[in-house]
């Protein structure tokens, strides 16, 4: 995954239209994708403008 390698660094923004077109698909299993990854704390969802990648934190385990 781009997003963990860091080829996609932090701030970049994603949007589903530019990725669907690249990914030879339809935005809806995109957004499905990228809305996923906003659930785990990946993603930002910016209103109007796409996901943008958020700096990686490190997480403790309980």
Same mark, same amino acid.
């Given at each position: ?10 701030g970049?923004?994603? $949007?589903?239209? +530019?990725l669907?077109k690249?990914?030879?698909?339809? +935005? +809806? ?5 990228l809305l996923?990854l ?15 990648v958020?700096?990686? $934190? ?5």
């Amino acid at each position: 995954m781009k997003i963990v390698s860091g080829q996609i660094g932090p701030g970049e923004i994603l $949007t589903m239209p +530019t990725l669907a077109k690249a990914w030879g698909v339809s +935005t +809806t299993p995109v957004r499905e994708i990228l809305l996923e990854l906003a659930g785990v704390g990946l993603l930002e969802a910016r209103r109007n403008r796409g996901f943008q990648v958020k700096r990686p $934190t490190v997480r403790r385990r309980v």
